[in-house]
């Protein structure tokens, strides 16, 4: 995923281009079903999402309908999308939402304020987490309540496997730091500092 007007897969084993498929302009994001059959790749300055069969190594629906589509993540079950959109006013929240899709046929089911750039469900589905540069917070994803929040500078945040841990990369006036948060309760139980302006991090799932 890049700015380029395409996606490229790349095997890990040997480090090469295999096929480029096209897909909308400003691929900023991508997810993959729990099936692995459908890739969901968000176009930012197409406002739309693309589906791709990894199967087939082509792209079989676009859905429309949002601003400026930066991020997905799917749902556990494969069911729902959910869709960072950047509003039209480019402000980063008067107009953004977190636009929860269907993922079968593109419907937005429900839009929920403010722009979060990061997001994760959890392993269970019950919970949204979402990281904004001012806040993190964790929705109720049947009644879309919110059920915690923290403020803060947020950057990546990502769950451990089992959904316990969240693991929250904080940035703030200069200084950066990882914080291991509680996923219930969002409370801070380590922090480890950070180099410089760190931009983010990966979990070994092992």
């Known amino acids: 995923v890049g700015t380029a007007a395409h996606s490229v897969p790349i095997p890990t084993a040997k480090h090469r281009v295999v096929r ?5 302009h400003e691929a900023l994001d991508l997810a ?17 999402i693309s589906v791709v069969s990894t199967r087939r190594a082509k792209v ?3 859905y429309q309908g949002f601003a400026w589509a930066s991020a997905v993540a799917v749902s556990p079950d494969g069911s729902r999308l959910y ?9 980063g929240e008067s107009d953004s939402t977190l636009s929860v899709v269907a993922a079968e046929t593109g419907a937005i089911i429900a839009a929920l304020p403010g722009y ?3 997001v994760q469900p959890s392993p269970d589905g019950t919970r949204l987490y979402a990281a904004a540069f001012d806040r993190l917070r964790v929705f109720d994803t049947t009644s879309w309540a919110v059920v915690a929040e923290l403020p803060g500078g947020w950057g ?3 769950l ?4 316990s841990r969240l693991y929250a990369h904080s940035e703030w006036y200069g200084s950066a730091d990882l914080k291991v948060l509680d996923a219930a309760t969002l409370a801070v139980v380590a922090t480890y500092p950070l180099p410089g302006r760190s931009s983010g ?4 799932p092992t």
């Open 20 to 24: 480029t498929i096209p897909v909308g």
């Open 32 to 48: 993959i079903s729990p099936s692995g059959r459908r890739l969901y790749v968000a176009n930012d300055h197409d406002s739309s």
């Open 60 to 62: 079989i629906s676009t």
């Open 83 to 91: 869709v960072s959109d950047q509003g039209p006013s480019g402000d």
């Open 116 to 118: 979060w750039p990061r």
């Open 156 to 158: 990546n945040a990502t």
């Open 160 to 163: 451990s496997p089992d959904g």
């Open 201 to 204: 991090f990966v979990l070994d």
